[in-house]
């Protein structure tokens, strides 16, 4: 029986494995006369496409956050699994005080007398209305749903709190502040991400949790904005001053993406050569600044799990324990920069081709048989499971190239599909558990061999 699983083990472990558009502020002056007579007239909002109608502006980015949050329902316990192998004592609450940062930055500048979308008092009202349809909308979800905290301290974790409050209040900056300088909304909603992440990483909350606190805090202050504005009359104190600002056409942006991965080859066989690689998944940040309307610089941080197929084990020479061979998805953490360049079809459509370069950390994982059924005493045996191996990826270079066509639904917004090819020459350490070793047996091996991937999936692109 050892030497059985010592030899399933050594096969399976020796093969390969919304943002505003930018604009120019230099004529931003006290001079300027601010036209309060402005208002849209019923030709004007029939000339509006889908995209700009107000319900689409209003629910388009919350839908989609709320929907990638059921699709991710399912996987939330292997996305927590990526946490807990890379960062797994992360315990730092910034968190706690981040997710205030886009409103205080908004009533620091009004102080300051930083003319934004609004005055202080209309500014005060749009902001508690947000903060008033979020806790309702927050709230009674939380604690309706029940669902247990990934560190089991409560059950109301499903949305996120911290993360719906971070994005209110990243919308909030940008409605203020996005069409006068777009640094404010990369800013904001900058530090929401950072919040949603600090959730995730002190284990707090699912990553559908986070997704959903995203979704339900941008709904809330797109509503509150909403209706503030149709009881003033028009969508602005300050409307003249922003309709003097002038666009700039260069494609730089920032997006958030998920996908799908798939090996090109075999990451894990059996001894039948059957793959045991199952569809994976991906997801990171990409963001790029370009210089003209072609030529940029960017670059993304993403991380990718390739999660494996369960192998029966039937040992001839001992038929009276089954199991199956359980291993831990292969993960890595990749940083990469590199040129992009974009071709223009027409204002709506362009596709962007990308050549990265970077470092990619591989996790650790184990490989363990889990005991189906055993008419024998096996000493190893815990929770049902004999710990068969231990494997380690060395940190690597990885090639990225890929591309990404985007439909612009508004001049500062766009969704893209994407798909990318990833290389690298893995090397794996790996390390024989002392119980199943027997006499001659090598404990420690290290193996290299190509990694080539192929990731599919979408983008929310936010331009500025």
Not at 388 to 400: D, H, R, W
């Amino acid at each position: 029986m050892k030497r059985y699983i010592y030899l399933i083990t050594i096969i399976l472990l020796s093969t390969n494995q919304s943002f505003s558009q930018f604009y120019n502020k230099n004529n931003l002056q006290e001079s300027i006369q601010l036209d309060t007579n402005f208002s849209f007239t019923p030709e004007n909002a029939k000339r509006k496409s889908f995209f700009e109608k107000d319900a689409v502006q209003i629910a388009l980015v919350p839908t989609l956050f709320l929907t990638a949050s059921a699709l991710t329902w399912n996987s939330k316990e292997d996305i927590r699994e990526q946490r807990n192998r890379y960062v797994p004592t992360f315990q730092y609450k910034y968190d706690d005080i981040l997710q205030y940062a886009p409103a205080a930055t908004v009533f620091g500048l009004k102080a300051a007398g930083v003319k934004g979308r609004n005055d202080i008092k209309r500014t005060t009202i749009s902001y508690g209305a947000s903060m008033a349809i979020m806790a309702i909308l927050v709230n009674s979800i939380k604690y309706t749903a029940k669902v247990e905290r990934p560190d089991g301290s409560s059950k109301n974790s499903f949305p996120s709190g911290h993360t719906a409050m971070a994005f209110a209040n990243a919308a909030f900056l940008d409605k203020e502040y996005g069409l006068i300088n777009p640094l404010y909304s990369i800013g904001g909603y900058g530090a929401a991400t950072m919040t949603g992440l600090g959730r995730s990483l002190n284990n707090r909350h699912w990553v559908p949790d986070i997704l959903a606190g995203a979704g339900i805090g941008i709904l809330s202050t797109q509503l509150a904005y909403f209706f503030v504005d149709k009881i003033y009359g028009n969508e602005g104190d300050n409307l003249s001053l922003i309709s003097k600002l002038e666009g700039n056409e260069n494609p730089s942006f920032l997006a958030v993406k998920l996908g799908f991965t798939s090996g090109l080859e075999s990451i894990v066989e059996t001894e039948d050569e059957e793959a045991l690689a199952k569809l994976g998944w991906e997801a990171g940040l990409e963001g790029a600044y370009f210089f003209n309307k072609h030529w940029g610089l960017g670059g993304q941080i993403a991380v990718a799990s390739f999660p494996f197929s369960e192998d029966k084990v039937n040992d001839p020479d001992a038929p009276n324990i089954k199991g199956k061979v359980l291993s831990q998805s292969m993960g890595n953490l990749t940083f990469s920069v590199g040129p992009y360049y974009a071709i223009h079809f027409s204002d709506r459509w362009n596709l962007m081709i990308k050549a990265l370069g970077g470092y990619s950390i591989g996790a650790d994982g184990n490989i363990s048989l889990k005991v189906l059924s055993h008419e024998v005493h096996i000493p190893e045996l815990e929770d049902g499971k004999v710990q068969l191996a231990e494997y380690k990826p060395a940190n690597v270079f990885q090639f990225t190239t890929g591309l990404a066509l985007t439909y612009n639904i508004t001049d500062n917004l766009g969704i893209t599909a994407y798909s990318d090819f990833s290389h690298s020459q893995s090397k794996i350490t790996y390390k024989i558990n002392d119980d199943i070793l027997e006499e001659g047996d090598l404990k420690i091996n290290t193996v290299k061999h190509p990694l080539n991937y192929l990731s599919m999936g979408v983008r929310l692109t936010a331009y500025f």
